[in-house]
């Protein structure tokens, strides 16, 4: 039961987290890939994509293409104010919520 979980954990806020790094900074997919990857909140690249399609018909993302140097185009994926707007709002529920959270299932300090 604990794999279930922390999968239904990660597909409630990766999308979240991938405006987060959004706002940071412009990414292509490559890059937004190899960082969710490294933290457990996406299995491969592949998954990445239809995130990146739902934000972006949200109007909450856009891509342009780039030249790279070190081989060919690529596209790079960067907040809309609307994404802005989404990310601001769930970091304002966010900290409340996970402490909430905490209080009701965490161990008992008694």
């Known amino acids: ?4 979980v922390a999968t239904q954990l990660r597909k409630g806020v990766v999308e979240y987290c ?3 790094l959004l706002a940071r900074e412009p990414m292509y997919g490559w ?5 969710l990857v490294s933290a457990g909140m996406i299995a491969s690249i ?3 994509y239809p995130i990146l399609s739902r934000l ?13 140097a070190a081989g060919p185009v690529r ?6 104010a ?3 707007a989404q990310l601001d709002a769930f970091r304002r529920q966010w900290g409340p919520f ?3 959270v905490q209080q009701l299932v965490g161990e008992d300090e008694s």
């Open 56 to 68: 972006r018909g949200q109007g909450l993302a856009t891509a342009y293409d780039e030249a790279s």
């Open 31 to 35: 890059q937004l890939s190899e960082r």
């Open 75 to 80: 596209k790079y994926y960067r907040l809309t």
């Open 18 to 20: 991938v405006l987060g």
């Open 46 to 48: 592949g998954t990445l």
């Open 82 to 84: 609307a994404g802005t």
């Open 1 to 4: 039961m604990t794999a279930d």
């Open 98 to 100: 996970t402490a909430t």
